[in-house]
C-alpha cells in the first residue's frame, strides 16, 4: 500500500516538473514590467490643416545636356561647382568618324559641283541636253546639302553651356560610351531657384500666384517663404494632380535639388466638420501602418490610424482615435497593455 501511495506522489511531482502547472494568463508579460512614466496630449480638432505636399528644389534656369549621336567621352573639363560661361565648351565626345564623314562629303560636293560646271557648259554650245544639264544641278545641290549634314553632325560632338552659370551634375563619366538622348552634364545658372511640387486638385483650386506660403525644407528648423509662380491649367490624366512652381526668397540659403515639404491649405477646409489632430510624435510606424498608444487608466493600449494632412507639429487623424482620448507621445518601446503611469496626471 505504501509503495503504491509513493508512486503516486512520484508521478505527480514528475507531471509538475515536465510543464503540468497552467500557463500564465494573458497579458501577465506586460502586467510583470514596472509602470513606465509617459507623457501624453489630448485629441484636439481644427477647423483647417495645411496639406505638406514634397517638392525639389531646382534653379528656374537649368539645362541637361544630352548626347545627340553614339560617341565617346573624350574629354568633361569642368567638375560639379565650377563656374562655367555661356558657350564655353563643357563636353567634348569622340568625332573621328564624323570629321571622316565630313571630309567624305566635301569631296562629293566638289565632284558634284564640277560636273554640273562641265554640264553647263556644254548645254551653252548645245553638246549636252536640258535634262543633263538639269540633273547636274540636282546632283550638285544634293551634294552640298549633305556637307551641311556632316558639318551639323560634327557640331554635336561638342557641349557648350546655354547660358552662364555652374555645374550640377556630371552624370557621364571620361570614356563612357553616350546615346542620343543620354544626359552628359546638368548646368544651373546662379539665378533665383524655384520648388517644384505635385499638388492634388483640391489643393491646387485653392492657389493664386503670388500667394505666399510657407516652405520646409531637410535640415532646417525654420520654414523658408515662397511665392507660387505658376499652376499648371490641367492635370495630369494619369496621376490627377497639378504641378506647382513656386519662387524662393532672395537670401533664403537653400541649395539647388534639397528635399522640401510645401505647405497648402486645403481648399473648403473650415467648411465641413471639424478634423481631429494629434502631435506628431505621437505616432509611429510598424510594417507599414501607423499607430499611436491610447491612455485608458493606468494601461497603454495601442491603436491603429488612418493620417492626413500635416500642419506644424501635428497631424490630422481621419480614423482610429476620438475627440477629448489621451495619446501618448514619443510612445517607443511600449507594447499594448503596458502599465504607465502619466506625468501630471495627464492634465
Known amino acids: 500500500m505504501k509503495t503504491r501511495e509513493i508512486a503516486l506522489i512520484t508521478a505527480a511531482v514528475t507531471a ?26 489630448v485629441v484636439g480638432t481644427a477647423d483647417a490643416v495645411a496639406l505638406d505636399v514634397p517638392g525639389t528644389v531646382q534653379a ?98 561638342v557641349l557648350r553651356a546655354p547660358f552662364a552659370g555652374v555645374v550640377a551634375q556630371r552624370p557621364a563619366r571620361l570614356g563612357d560610351v553616350v546615346g ?7 548646368v544651373e545658372g546662379q539665378g533665383a531657384l524655384e520648388v517644384v511640387a505635385s ?7 485653392g492657389l493664386a500666384v503670388g500667394q505666399r506660403l510657407n516652405l520646409r525644407v531637410d535640415g532646417r528648423a525654420d520654414a523658408v517663404g515662397v511665392r507660387v509662380a505658376t499652376v499648371a491649367p490641367a492635370a495630369d490624366p494619369v496621376t490627377h494632380r497639378v504641378e506647382v512652381k513656386a ?19 486645403v481648399a473648403g477646409a473650415g467648411s465641413g466638420p471639424a478634423r481631429l489632430t494629434i502631435p506628431a510624435n505621437a505616432l509611429f510606424e510598424r510594417g507599414g501602418l501607423v499607430g ?20 506644424d507639429e501635428r497631424v490630422e487623424v481621419r480614423a482610429g482615435l476620438a475627440a477629448g482620448e489621451r495619446v501618448i507621445v514619443q510612445p517607443e518601446g511600449l ?3 503596458d502599465r504607465i503611469v502619466v506625468a501630471g496626471g495627464g492634465q
Open 16 to 41: 509538475a516538473a515536465c510543464g503540468g502547472a497552467p500557463a500564465p494568463a494573458p497579458g501577465a508579460a506586460a502586467a510583470a514590467r514596472p509602470a513606465r512614466n509617459v507623457s501624453v496630449a
Open 247 to 265: 519662387d524662393l526668397e532672395p537670401g533664403s540659403g537653400v541649395r539647388s535639388g534639397a528635399f522640401a515639404r510645401l505647405e497648402l491649405p
Open 199 to 205: 499638388v492634388p486638385a483640391r489643393a491646387a483650386a
Open 335 to 337: 507594447a499594448d497593455g
Open 60 to 157: 528656374r534656369q537649368r539645362a541637361a545636356l544630352s548626347a545627340r549621336i553614339q560617341a565617346s567621352v573624350v574629354e568633361l573639363p569642368l567638375r560639379e561647382g565650377q563656374r562655367v560661361e555661356a558657350g564655353a565648351v563643357v563636353a567634348r565626345l569622340g568625332d573621328e568618324a564624323l570629321r571622316a564623314a565630313v571630309q567624305a562629303a566635301e569631296a562629293g560636293a566638289r565632284a558634284a559641283e564640277a560636273d554640273r560646271q562641265r554640264f553647263e557648259a556644254l548645254a551653252a554650245t548645245g553638246a549636252a541636253t536640258p535634262r543633263e544639264k538639269e540633273m547636274s544641278e540636282t546632283r550638285a545641290a544634293a551634294a552640298a546639302a549633305a556637307v551641311s549634314a556632316a558639318r551639323d553632325a560634327l557640331s554635336y560632338a
Open 180 to 186: 542620343p538622348g543620354q544626359t552628359v552634364i546638368v
Open 292 to 311: 499611436a498608444f491610447v491612455a485608458e487608466g493606468d494601461v497603454a493600449r495601442l491603436r491603429w490610424v488612418a493620417v492626413g494632412a500635416r500642419s
